[in-house]
């Protein structure tokens, strides 16, 4: 990770943004008075960069559930860093089509190699259970599977007793960042191969070389 004097530390990286000519995009983290927050920042001079910078933190705000303050920070509503998922939540912000409409995500979907929809429940106090309707076979070892992606993902504490638990060490509910991940958890490793591709792609540089 690169650290910068004015913008903190980076922990994630866009070098080219194909929904606004292609400039570099970062995520920094800046922890004020002990609460970890996070600006989304660019270098470049291109006329719409500064709003496509707001439009990504709007996007943030509705599909993370995140708080933004006066400085334009963000910030979990629990105080929590989360800083896995937030690096998540940046890369599909930066990947959704500005011009679609814009709501959180539903907590199911669809999966194809089970061949059964998946549900996530929210039970209160940050824990989650993944559940499936279906009689497939091998179904629950499928929501294991997305339950264990979910962890990954979020930094979420597994459940020793149930394998489709996962749990916020926070105690609070992230119903739309779940959302979010659920989309990504049934191939986290094709997620988090992707996020390391995306950092080691580029160099947030500064405003003389950048367009």
Do not use: W
């Not at 933004?68 to 990947?95: E, S, T, V, Y």
């Amino acid at each position: 990770m690169a650290t910068t004097q004015d913008m903190g530390t980076r922990i994630e990286l866009v070098p080219m943004d194909s929904h606004c000519s292609d400039i570099t995009i970062a995520l920094y983290r800046q922890d004020v008075d002990g609460i970890p927050g996070y600006r989304v920042h660019t270098y470049s001079q291109h006329a719409h960069a500064q709003e496509r910078i707001e439009t990504l933190r709007q996007t943030m705000l509705v599909l993370g559930c995140v708080e933004i303050d006066d400085d334009g920070l963000l910030h979990f509503p629990c105080g929590h860093a989360h800083q896995f998922a937030i690096r998540r939540l940046f890369l599909d912000a930066c990947k959704r089509d500005p011009q679609q409409p814009l709501s959180p995500l539903p907590l199911h979907i669809f999966d194809k190699k089970g061949d059964c929809d998946i549900f996530v429940d929210s039970l209160g106090s940050g824990r989650y259970a993944v559940r499936a309707e279906g009689n497939n076979a091998g179904i629950e070892r499928r929501t294991a599977t997305i339950a264990r992606g979910l962890i990954r993902l979020g930094e979420m504490e597994e459940n020793s007793d149930d394998a489709n638990l996962a749990s916020f060490s926070c105690g609070a509910t992230h119903d739309a960042l779940v959302a979010l991940l659920l989309v990504r958890a049934p191939n986290v490793r094709a997620a988090m191969r992707e996020a390391e591709e995306m950092s080691s792609r580029g160099q947030l540089v500064a405003p003389s070389a950048q367009n």
